[in-house]
């Protein structure tokens, strides 16, 4: 069973910047494709970024791509999403989430292991 827990999730303006972060609970981890996904209000649940286990495969969801980034860190069991350039419709609760497969994947039915989520807010 991997625990994952997120973390740096706030409230920035529009145009700016956040960092998050998620620590796994097992070096396990390592073995595991990860991803980020958020949920707005209202609604359904979208798929963000994804990284393969080592880290040299990365998936975009189309609304992030070319300002958020996706990474990891095997040794630290940890991993991150850069997030540049925010938007009020980036609002939302974001989730980190592991696959105990090989292959990544957009859809989070397929991820086995989610963290409670951060808040991110956007203000205009």
Not at 14 to 36: H, I, K, M, N
Not at 54 to 59: N, V
Request: proline content about 2%; glycine content about 12%.
């Amino acid at each position: 069973q991997v625990q994952v827990v997120e973390s740096g999730g706030g409230l920035v303006q529009a145009g700016g910047s956040l960092r998050l972060s998620c620590v796994a609970s097992e070096g396990t981890f390592r073995d595991y494709p990860a991803g980020w996904f958020r949920r707005a209000p209202g609604k359904e649940r979208e798929f963000v970024a994804a990284i393969n286990w080592s880290g040299s495969t990365t998936q975009y969801g189309d609304s992030v791509k070319g300002r958020f980034t996706i990474s990891r860190d095997n040794a630290k069991s940890t991993m991150s999403l850069q997030m540049n350039n925010l938007r009020p419709e980036d609002t939302a609760v974001y989730y980190c989430a592991v696959r105990s497969a090989f292959h990544l994947d957009h859809n989070g039915d397929y991820y086995d292991y989610w963290g409670q989520g951060t808040q991110v807010t956007v203000s205009s």
